[in-house]
């Protein structure tokens, strides 16, 4: 399986991206879809992560309110709908899948890792 996320960019404090992760391959096998973020010097976090089917999301609390997962299989597609971004947001954005029925917070719970997209909100 291969992932690759994209729209990331530059934002104002207080505006909206939406980042995609679109899989290929034998996407099939990929149940769960997570977003993680790394900023410089730091470790990558859970963001976000959902079930194959959608009826499950989960949101790391530094997130929840803001931004909303979801996917489309039949495009093999997910996103991350990202609103009311702060400076504290600015990172890089990687999606990931995993063969698991729950997503994970865990980075090593997952298998297949898009490239990243960068995402730079400005004060």
């Known amino acids: 399986v291969q992932l690759q996320a994209s729209g990331g960019g530059l934002v104002p404090a207080g505006g909206s991206l939406r980042l995609s992760c679109a899989a290929s391959?034998?996407?099939?096998?990929?149940?769960?879809v997570g977003w993680f973020r790394q900023a410089p010097g730091k470790e990558r976090e859970f963001v976000s992560g959902?079930?194959?089917?959608?009826?499950?999301?989960d949101y790391a609390d530094s997130v929840k309110g803001r931004f909303t997962i979801s996917r489309d299989n039949a495009k093999n597609t997910a996103y991350l709908q990202m609103n009311r971004l702060t400076p504290e947001d600015t990172a890089v954005y990687y999606c990931?899948?995993?063969?698991?029925?729950?997503?994970?917070?865990?980075?090593?719970?997952?298998?297949?890792w898009g490239q990243g997209t960068q995402v730079t909100v400005s004060s």
């Open positions: 959902i079930t194959w089917s959608g009826a499950m999301a």
């Open positions: 391959g034998r996407a099939s096998s990929m149940y769960t």
């Open positions: 990931a899948g995993s063969g698991a029925r729950w997503p994970s917070r865990r980075v090593s719970a997952y298998d297949y």
